[in-house]
């Protein structure tokens, strides 16, 4: 599993009909920082996911990816690797909050 933030989606009108209805979002994972453990920071990467929760621009989801994203009743059917299956509300590391979606 991995945190990421949605940063954009993805709109296909020719694919699989298994797609058909899908909502596809880029989602850019996200890692504690390094130096003083104090947010979380980019990776630069960026990954298509499948939403199975509602998620919308700019959120903080959990993605799982590999066979791990075709094991909720809304994927298992579906040809993806990644999924997101969680809207994140807070991150802490040890006693502190680093992330809190309401700030």
Same mark, same amino acid.
């Given at each position: 599993m991995f945190v990421g933030r949605i940063t954009g989606s993805v709109v296909s009108s020719q694919k699989v009909d298994a797609m058909?209805? /899908?909502?596809? %979002?880029?989602?850019?994972?996200?890692?504690?920082n390094e130096k003083? /453990?104090?947010? %979380?920071?980019?990776?630069?990467?960026s990954f298509i996911v499948v939403d199975t929760v509602g998620a919308g621009q700019g959120e903080v989801v959990l993605c799982v990816q590999g066979s791990s994203a075709r094991f909720t009743p809304e994927t298992k059917k579906l040809p993806i690797d990644a999924a997101i299956i969680g809207i994140v509300d807070q991150v802490h590391i040890g006693n502190r909050e680093i992330f809190n979606s309401k700030d």
């Open positions: 058909v209805g /899908q909502k596809l %979002l880029i989602v850019e994972p996200l890692r504690v003083d /453990q104090s947010d %979380l920071t980019p990776t630069g990467r």
